[in-house]
T-cell receptor, first 114, second 113 residues
């Protein structure tokens, strides 16, 4: 499809396990963002990739969170040793370069930590 | 600290009437604002934007107004339709060099047929 694709759509895992979330951005979009939305909250910025530049990791809440973007396209967000407070919807977005370019979002991965 | 605020968590409007969704911000450096619409189980979709050099931007049934002195913007939908029922987020790009959109907490709009 032409939109941002995220997988899995839902993930349930036990506390302490590692999880990997995938994002396939819109072809040609150089910017890729990860956000999360906890229950009753707005979207919280996690990390930003732009082309081949070093990512902006300023939003990552702890060192258990990491992300990669291989070949300037697909990105994976990894959460190690998951905690219950990690439960949220994780959203990926992509855009053309520039923060004034609208971000196009995937449908998110709903992560539930038991 | 929330730099973009939506103080009304929900709003109900009769079909055909005007919906007004409000957003306040604290950072006078913000120079661009966006509204996103989100249906359940879907990601947000871009709706309309406005630059700080303007005080109004219109796109069909959707108009965004910006009052810089009050640090306030609003989204007007007229006439409202049942399909407009969704959560609406306002957002503003970080101006500090960080690559971030600040989002409000959203307003759930219900348009009653």
């Amino acid at each position: 499809g032409a939109g941002v694709s995220q997988s899995p759509s839902n993930k349930v895992t036990e506390k302490g396990k590692d999880v990997e979330l995938r994002c396939d951005p819109i072809s040609g979009h150089t910017a890729l963002y990860w956000y999360r939305q906890s229950l009753g909250q707005g979207l919280e910025f996690l990390i930003y990739f732009q082309g081949n530049s070093a990512p902006d990791k300023s939003g990552l809440p702890s060192d258990r969170f990491s992300a990669e973007r291989t070949g300037g396209s697909v990105s994976t967000l990894t959460i190690q040793r998951t905690q219950q407070e990690d439960s949220a919807v994780y959203l990926c977005a992509s855009s053309s370069q520039g923060l004034d370019q609208p971000q196009h979002f995937g449908d998110g991965t709903r992560l539930s930590i038991l | 600290d929330q730099q973009v605020k939506q103080n009304s968590p929900s709003l109900s409007v009769q079909e055909g009437r005007i919906s007004i969704l409000n957003c306040d911000y604290t950072n006078s450096m913000f120079d661009y604002f966006l509204w996103y619409k989100k249906y359940p189980a879907e990601g947000p979709t871009f709706l309309i934007s406005i630059s700080s050099i303007k005080d109004k931007n219109e796109d069909g049934r959707f108009t965004v107004f910006l009052n810089k002195s009050a640090k306030h913007l609003s989204l007007h939908i007229v006439p409202s339709q049942p399909g407009d029922s969704a959560v609406y987020f306002c957002a503003a790009p970080d101006q500090t060099g960080a690559n971030n959109l600040f989002f409000g907490t959203g307003t759930r709009l219900t348009v009653i047929p």
